[in-house]
């Protein structure tokens, strides 16, 4: 159980260009999903928490009109990086927490995307 | 913010052998999670600790929450070379419950 799945786990895109991922709990309902980056060799970093049905909350120093996070149901959320530049390029991972028992104090990650902006 | 201090940074080891590692913070969190990352992957939850002074195990894996609430450590056993990955420990707080990671442990096996 708690299984987070992320879409596309590579993407390639131009300079410019807008790229969304996916991110869907696949066999509970998260309330809450957190969006992550992760550079080489260093440790994730929080960018911002979505509840369902609610604007995200972004980490200072996180541009909430270029990274654009919707949390639509209870088992997606998207992030969408628009007017990509190459020092977008990183891992970007999910998380996801859910509803009840347990599951409401751990996160439970995706498999992260590779993003290269070129 | 809150920051954890994480250590060692990168540790080598001969397999059998047992690691430590351990994680200190400034501030006091409500849960300390640890976790293990291999290359290209997203961090796999190995242990949550919910109440201070909590030993908890997962096989070879032991992990304990620090009394004061701002420490906790890893000790894995007679390690084997499926253990090799970074190592990150995450202290959780707040009404979101957000995380905050520490630097990681790179852990390498030698056969």
């Known amino acids: 159980g708690a299984v987070v799945s992320q879409h596309p786990s590579r993407v390639i895109c131009k300079s410019g260009t807008s790229v969304k991922i996916e991110c869907r709990s696949l066999?509970?309902?998260?309330?809450?999903m957190f969006w992550y980056r992760q550079f080489p060799k260093q440790s994730l970093m929080l960018m911002a928490t979505?509840?369902?049905?609610?604007?995200?909350?972004?980490e200072q120093g996180v541009e909430k009109d270029k990274f654009l996070i919707n949390h639509a149901s209870l088992t997606l959320s998207t992030l969408t990086v628009t007017s990509a530049h190459p020092e977008d390029s990183s891992f970007y991972i999910c998380?996801?927490?859910?509803?009840?028992?347990?599951?409401?104090?751990?996160?439970?990650f995706g498999p992260g995307t590779r993003l290269t902006v070129t | 913010g809150q920051q954890l201090n994480q250590s060692p940074q990168s540790m080598f080891i001969q397999e059998g052998e047992d690691v430590s590692m351990n994680c200190t913070s400034s501030s006091i969190f409500n849960t300390w999670l640890w976790y293990k990352q291999d290359p290209g992957e997203g961090p796999v939850l190995l242990i949550a600790?919910?109440?201070?002074?909590e030993l908890t195990s997962n096989g070879r894996l032991t992990a304990q929450f620090g009394i004061t609430r701002k420490d906790s450590f890893l000790n894995i056993s007679a390690s084997i070379p499926s253990d090799v990955g970074i190592y990150f420990c995450?202290?959780?707080?707040?009404?979101?419950?957000?995380?905050?990671f520490g630097s990681g442990t790179q852990l390498t096996v030698l056969p």
């Open positions: 995450a202290g959780q707080s707040g009404s979101a419950r957000q995380l905050t």
């Open positions: 066999d509970f309902q998260a309330t809450t």
């Open positions: 998380s996801a927490r859910g509803l009840a028992g347990v599951s409401r104090y751990e996160q439970y």
């Open positions: 979505s509840n369902e049905g609610s604007k995200a909350t972004y």
């Open positions: 600790l919910y109440k201070a002074g």
